[in-house]
């Protein structure tokens, strides 16, 4: 709250009270039609479609996985991973080779 009314007091400000009829802009938006509540007919409720996303996205990432080396030392240890698959690993990937796990065919 405190860092707002700063960000606030850097504005030169006046409130200005209009009375009633005189304060148009707030009346116009107070009565704003698409604000009115509106009701639904027990009888006409169903469901209008049905869809589901759908995106390459995970396809893109396991194609990236199989161009990339390091991903695929990665993917291959994390899949079964044994002290003979960490030696095969690169240096730089060792140390790290124990955050990682598989699912799904995505390293993670």
Not at 13 to 20: A, I, L, Q, W
Not at 42 to 68: C, H, R, T, W, Y
Not at 97 to 102: G, K, M, T
């Amino acid at each position: 709250m405190a860092r707002r009314l700063s960000f606030f007091a850097e504005y030169d400000s006046r409130v200005e009270y209009k009375p009633g009829r005189l304060n148009v802009v707030a009346d116009a938006l107070s009565r704003r039609p698409d604000y009115a509540v509106k009701t639904a007919d027990a009888n006409q409720i169903g469901v209008e479609s049905v869809s589901a996303p759908s995106s390459s996205l995970i396809d893109d990432v396991k194609a990236a996985f199989a161009s990339d080396a390091d991903a695929k030392q990665l993917l291959s240890y994390a899949s079964a991973p044994s002290d003979e698959a960490r030696q095969k690993l690169a240096l730089h990937l060792r140390a790290r080779a124990h955050r990682y796990r598989v699912h799904e065919g995505l390293l993670l």
